[in-house]
C-alpha cells in the first residue's frame, strides 16, 4: 500500500490499493456523489483533495441533469485525456449507495482501457466489501466542518 493511499472507511482500502496497482494510476477517490470522500490515493494535500472531490462532484451532478434533460439514464462513465494525463469518472451503486469514482492517469504509464477494466473489478470489489444494512449517516450543515475535518484527518493520518 502506498504511504499516500487512505480511507475513511476501511473497508474501502483492499480494493482501492488493488485497483491502484493493477490500473497504474496517480491518483484516486473514492467519493458520494455530493463530494464526500472515503477514500483517496496519491493525492498529498487535503486542499487537493477537497478540490478534486468538489469538481468530480459538479461533473457527476450536471452530467445527471444533462441526462434527465436528455430523458436517458445517467451516464456511466466519463473521461477526458490531454497530451499526457487522462481522467475517468463514473458511479456505481453499492450497498452504502451511489460511489464516484474518480482516477487520474499517466499516459506512458497506464491507458483509458485499462482503467476502465480494472474499474470494473474496483467496482465489484467495493459492492462486496460495503457494509450490508447500514444507511449512510447524513451530515447536518452544523457538523459539516468537523466531518471534514475529521475525514480530512483521516485521510493524511493526522
Known amino acids: 500500500m502506498s504511504p499516500q493511499t487512505r480511507a475513511v472507511e476501511s473497508w474501502t482500502l483492499q480494493p482501492l490499493t488493488d485497483f491502484v496497482r493493477e490500473a497504474s ?5 473514492v467519493l458520494t456523489p455530493s463530494g464526500q470522500v472515503l477514500a483517496q490515493s496519491g493525492f498529498s494535500r487535503a486542499v487537493d483533495v477537497m478540490s478534486a472531490a468538489a469538481l468530480a462532484a459538479a461533473i457527476v451532478a450536471s452530467t445527471g441533469e444533462l441526462a434527465r434533460q436528455l430523458r436517458q439514464q445517467p451516464f456511466a462513465a466519463l473521461s477526458h485525456q490531454g497530451p499526457k494525463t487522462g481522467f475517468f469518472l463514473a458511479t456505481f451503486v453499492a450497498e452504502r449507495g451511489t460511489l464516484a469514482v474518480l482516477a487520474v492517469y ?11 477494466l480494472f474499474y470494473e473489478q474496483l467496482a465489484a470489489d467495493l459492492k462486496v466489501a460495503s457494509p450490508k444494512g447500514t444507511v449512510p449517516k447524513q451530515v447536518l450543515a452544523a457538523d459539516f466542518e468537523r ?6 484527518n483521516t485521510l493524511f493520518g493526522r
Not at 25 to 29: C, D, P, T
Request: hydrophobic share 50%; proline share 0%; aromatic share 0%.
Open 25 to 29: 494510476v496517480r491518483l484516486v477517490l
Open 106 to 116: 499517466d499516459l506512458d504509464v497506464s491507458s483509458l482501457g485499462l482503467v476502465q
Open 147 to 152: 466531518e471534514l475535518t475529521d475525514s480530512l
